[in-house]
């Protein structure tokens, strides 16, 4: 590594070199050496010729985006490094079919070529750190280059030093308030930077997307919650709760890439809770009993946020996270088909035909676009900052192509936004809530239900920070579990007091949001292509962006309701659809129809049996299987518990497993080896 850096520190390197083929690019490089002083002026042919007969024997493009072309000859009086990183990624025909964007010449005498074989190693081993490959696309000099390796070799050295070092949010501290005081020492010197990190045009790609995404469930939840509560908490009041809430969470979370949002548990909750103040039951207007329960929850939250309770997440591992993320995005993709397959009974007349074609159509083609221009960084045409455009843009695009070709076809009546003409309460009512029209006993009935609640917010809140923190993501900011609580906690008691839904951490937005902010590339593992992210923009900016929009809507309430909801379907597909991406659980339940020997060489087959592979899946699969009947019941109330019992379920496994294997399907990220194979 020391005579890689010298080589860069003494200037013998060449970025952005505009070259396309591998001819050009030694001849360029070996021109510009030459020039340098590194070579000596009349071997400049004979290096030529000698890096041009290695490369016509075999390709040295090693894969990873990496080639080391070499040469060694008498002309060479002393060994030579040359870092070249091209400005556009060329095809040199690696094993893993990736078009390669940095090369590492090495030349030097016939004897010099056992002084190089470290050098190898260290170029390999420096050059499978996806941290590093992202600094080098962005370094812009010498000293940076020397900055990426030097975080380089701190990094790794830490690694080794600290193997399955915990997340410091997640260390129990023993202390009243230690671990939110904790998390703001933490997050505090970041926080002019989560700002300026959102000056870019990938942000404003993942604004424009998640605005929608955010406000297609965000008005169908508030639609479904007027319907299920008598019209005393509707569209109008999640759009406010959802826009405040994420606006506070924005300037002051510890890890502000998470997107509260109304969600599926929340709702089923507070539709429990509303029938249960009906005559049949406790005869109770519901907004003060629902102020009440999510006042003493609001309380009960804030408890286990200055109590360090957030350590417990400690014991919940990638078993319960996989579920809890699958299960999301199964609603996701089951709500968006359910409407469109509703739209298919009780067809009357043609025109009735017409409206559920096209809303199908509408669906399938947003769909169809967004997934194609998120696809398109992979693609082989236009230019790289346009692909990288288009991607960014690909879900605004989608929708806002969709909506046009609805409004061209006017003549069909399409379902559209189900929103109120003007700003006010959906019933009518004062947004202050009266606090004090209950009977005595109902104030302090409600902490029961309250705790099923604080439960819920607990769970809920935590199993999506934690999928958003996974080491995978590359995030490098750090996390702030108890400070996320606090703040979520707070609001929870604010929304209550004006009868306004509560908020909490949304698994599939987050992950969207996440990964729309993400730079990734595509690697090749055992035959199987996926995206690997590389770095992630971590800024306040976006959330914060997203809800001021999400906000405006409210003065644009007429306008909304030109986009088809038909539209909004095929978002929802998109977003349940994405979030399966990277989830390890759908992968191995793809192996229970794929052939044995054409498995991937993953890290987990290439460690653990088949048979134990199905089984671990066989049982998550189960679990999955009851969260989905336990929430479609009767007792849904009863659904957080359901998840927190996946924890002991995941202890009990130790006893039919062994711990290696274990250890390897429920790692909480990939090995490196994964990823370093190729070396």
């Not at 029938?275 to 039951?281: A, F, K, T, V, W």
């Not at 398109?376 to 991607?391: D, F, Q, V």
């Not at 653990?608 to 336990?630: D, E, G, I, N, S």
């Not at 924890?647 to 006893?655: A, G, Q």
Request: hydrophobic share 50%.
């Amino acid at each position: 590594m020391k005579l890689l850096a010298k080589a860069i520190d003494d200037k013998q390197f060449i970025l952005d070199l505009d070259a396309r083929d591998i001819h050009s690019i030694i001849e360029q490089t070996v021109r510009r050496i030459v020039a340098h002083g590194a070579l000596p002026p009349d071997s400049g042919d004979d290096v030529e010729a000698a890096l041009l007969a290695r490369e016509e024997l075999n390709s040295t493009a090693i894969g990873n985006s990496v080639a080391i072309p070499h040469a060694y000859l008498e002309a060479v009086p002393e060994p030579v490094i040359v870092f070249v990183r091209l400005a556009k990624p060329t095809n040199l025909g690696a094993p893993d079919g990736r078009p390669t964007r940095f090369l590492f010449f090495l030349m030097g005498p016939p004897d010099s070529a056992s002084l190089h074989l470290d050098l190898l190693a260290n170029i390999a081993r420096l050059m499978s750190d996806e941290t590093f490959r992202y600094d080098a696309r962005q370094a812009k000099s010498g000293p940076d280059l020397l900055s990426a390796m030097q975080r380089f070799i701190q990094r790794t050295s830490v690694a080794e030093k600290e193997e399955a070092k915990p997340d410091a949010s997640l260390t129990y501290s023993g202390k009243l308030f230690g671990g939110l005081k904790a998390d703001i020492r933490r997050r505090w010197p970041q926080y002019v930077s989560d700002f300026r990190d959102g000056l870019n045009a990938k942000c404003l790609g993942a604004t424009l997307f998640l605005f929608f995404a955010c406000l297609a469930p965000t008005i169908t939840f508030g639609g479904v919650m007027a319907e299920k509560t008598g019209g005393q908490i509707g569209v109008v009041e999640m759009l406010v709760a959802c826009s405040f809430c994420g606006i506070v969470y924005s300037f002051f979370a510890g890890q502000p890439l998470i997107i509260l949002g109304g969600t599926g548990p929340m709702l089923i909750f507070t539709y429990t809770l509303y029938r249960l103040c009906q005559p049949e039951n406790f005869d109770l207007p519901f907004l003060p009993v629902f102020a009440w329960v999510g006042i003493w929850a609001s309380v009960m939250t804030l408890i286990l946020a200055f109590t360090d309770a957030c350590a417990l997440m400690r014991y919940f591992t990638r078993f319960t996270d996989e579920m809890f993320a699958a299960l999301i995005s199964m609603i996701f993709i089951f709500e968006a088909i359910r409407a469109l397959a509703g739209m298919f009974t009780d067809l009357e007349g043609n025109k009735d035909h017409a409206t559920a074609l096209l809303t199908l159509l509408l669906a399938l083609g947003t769909f169809y676009i967004a997934m194609n221009l998120s696809g398109m960084r992979k693609s082989r045409y236009l230019l790289p900052k346009l692909r990288e455009l288009l991607a960014d843009f690909g879900p605004t695009i989608a929708l806002a192509a969709m909506s046009l070709v609805a409004v061209w076809l006017h003549e069909v009546n399409l379902d559209v936004m189900a929103v109120p003409e003007s700003l006010g309460t959906t019933s009518g009512r004062s947004w202050l809530v009266d606090l004090f029209s209950l009977p005595t006993w109902a104030y302090f009935g409600a902490i029961a239900p309250a705790a099923l609640l604080t439960v819920l917010m607990y769970l809920d809140q935590n199993i999506t920070s934690r999928l958003v923190n996974n080491a995978d993501n590359k995030l490098k900011k750090g996390s702030g579990y108890h400070l996320d609580l606090a703040v979520v906690g707070t609001l929870m008691g604010i929304c209550s007091v004006f009868g306004l839904p509560w908020h909490v951490a949304a698994t599939v937005r987050s992950l969207n949001h996440m990964r729309s902010l993400a730079t990734t590339e595509e690697v090749t593992t055992g035959g199987e292509t996926r995206d690997r992210i590389l770095h992630v923009r971590e800024t306040r900016l976006t959330g914060l962006a997203i809800h001021l929009l999400l906000g405006l809507s409210l003065f644009l309430l007429p306008l909304l309701k030109s986009v088809p909801m038909a539209v909004l379907y095929g978002l929802f597909l998109f977003m349940g659809v994405v979030s399966m991406s990277g989830n390890q659980f759908f992968e191995r339940l793809r192996l229970w129809a794929m052939e044995s020997s054409a498995y991937p060489a993953t890290h987990y087959i290439r460690r653990v049996p088949k048979r134990a592979v199905h089984k671990f899946t066989l049982v998550q699969l189960a679990c999955l299987v009851a969260l989905w009947v336990v929430k479609a019941s009767a007792f849904a109330i009863v659904f957080p518990l359901v998840i927190a019992l996946t924890v002991p379920v995941r202890l009990m496994l130790n006893r039919f497993f062994d711990r290696a294997h274990l250890e390897a399907l429920d790692a909480e990220e990939e090995p490196d080896e994964e990823w370093t194979h190729w070396v």
